[in-house]
């Protein structure tokens, strides 16, 4: 897709299946969640979460099939930073309070993991990273941190949901229709994502290409708006039900599982390390990834310690710090 006569329509066109399919992921998610009788935290950070990063994780391993490698980083450090901005402007309008304060242990430790799985990807890239067989060694380490996060986050809120559990049992109908009628329109909806995320790819490859803005900026800021709508749509509806742990458990897991997609994708890469790939751009991108997500975890903080109260309104500075991230990542890229 060289020409932008092209590559437009179809990125248009497939970012709006995009969007659709991931909505859908997570309404049908919500309904597995009943069916299951996880809770709220769980659920936003293992099922919707993952149900609703699938545009980035397809994409992304289309991109690195193309030898895109620049667009794939740039839509996972892109996305993180898109998702905290998201979750600012949620505060800020439905009250920096009600979301960010009596977040209980598990909510602070899925932040703590997601900033640490940031960490260690923009360290491992700094460093060049080095192969092992058919990945690397910073993929290798995300991979187990991701794993041994998400086993700490449960471990965590273990006793919430036990309690929440006793207070209202799961219905076994989930009040959504059948677990296969649930369970079916969760998959379809996938492979919908599945289609429409490959020519999402191709089409930003070939945006990038025609316009000269570079692959590093088109990932970071064209590509990780498109495939983080059906978080943001999550989110705010999530809100609006006054779900603040969902909302949580959906931004910060979003966050973790995207860093997680860098090894998956590695897998398909065939230049070697994926982390290698990284230029000035990403390492701007993932820095601002880090400090975006790291702010979070200060004003949750400030609702626990009485010494930490001003840091809540760094809430306020997480817009502007996402406009000013993606300055120093056009200027590089």
Known sequence: MDSLAVAVPVFLASAIVVVLAGIMLARFGDQVADVTG???????TILVSVATSLPELVTNITAVRIDAPEL???????????????????AIVFGVRNLFSNQPKDTQTLVAVAVVLGVIAFGFGWLGDWGLGPT???AVVIAVGYVVGMKLVYDAGSAGRAEAAAEEPADAEGGGGSAAKVWGGFFGA?????????????SADGIAEASGLGRSFIGVLLVSIVTTLPEASVTVAAA???????????????CAFNLFVIPIAGLFFAGGPLLREMTDAHFVAA????????????????????ALAPLRYLTFLLPPAYVAGLFFVYLLA
Not at 79 to 89: C, K
Not at 240 to 254: D, T
Not at 287 to 306: E, Q, Y
């Open 38 to 44: 996880w809770g709220a935290l769980w659920v936003g």
């Open 72 to 90: 794939a980083l740039g839509n996972v450090f892109g996305a993180d930073m898109i998702n905290i901005f998201t979750i600012s402007m949620v």
């Open 136 to 138: 690397s060694a910073g």
């Open 190 to 202: 996938a492979a919908v994502v599945l289609v429409a995320a490959y020519f999402l790819a191709l």
């Open 240 to 254: 609006l039900r006054k779900s603040y742990g969902l909302v949580i458990g959906n931004i910060y897991g979003s």
């Open 287 to 306: 820095g601002s990834a880090i400090g975006l997500m790291a702010a979070g975890f200060l004003i949750i903080r400030s609702f626990k310690t009485a």
